[in-house]
Nanobody, 122 residues
Framework: QLVESGGGLVQAGGSLRVSCAAS????????MGWFRQAPGKEREFVTG????????YYADSVKGRFTISRDNAKNTVYLQMNSLKSEDTAVYYC?????????????????WGQGTHVTVSS
């Protein structure tokens, strides 16, 4: 089970950190990722991290502003979001995929959280 937390309302230019706590199994050997879905839009890839944390990949829209990290001892993945824009407003989902490397397609992920809302006011 994956449970996201830390979403909320923030002003444009602000920062927010969302977390994804895993339970029921260890995800230390899984690739982890963050996706988001804005109202009326399809779910899109935001960022992904390899099982070791050594490889990361970001969508162009968040590169330089967002940072993904993981703490395998805590079975938790984090998404630090800085310089937030109104277009970052969405429901953010974390996901786990049975792979060692970074995964970017939602079809490669097996487990999903329920999502956390992030609203950026302009």
């Amino acid at each position: 089970q994956l449970v996201e937390s830390g979403g909320g309302l923030v002003q444009a230019g602000g920062s927010l950190r969302v977390s994804c706590a895993a339970s029921g199994r260890s995800y230390s050997s899984y690739a982890m990722g963050w996706f988001r879905q804005a109202p009326g839009k399809e779910r899109e890839f935001v960022t992904g991290i390899s099982w070791s944390g050594g490889s990361k990949y970001y969508a162009d829209s968040v590169k330089g502003r967002f940072t993904i990290s993981r703490d395998n001892a805590k079975n938790t993945v984090y998404l630090q979001m800085n310089s937030l824009k109104s277009e970052d407003t969405a429901v953010y989902y974390c996901a786990a995929g049975r792979a060692m490397l970074v995964l970017t397609s939602p079809y490669d992920y097996e487990y999903w959280g329920q999502g956390t809302h992030v609203t950026v006011s302009s």
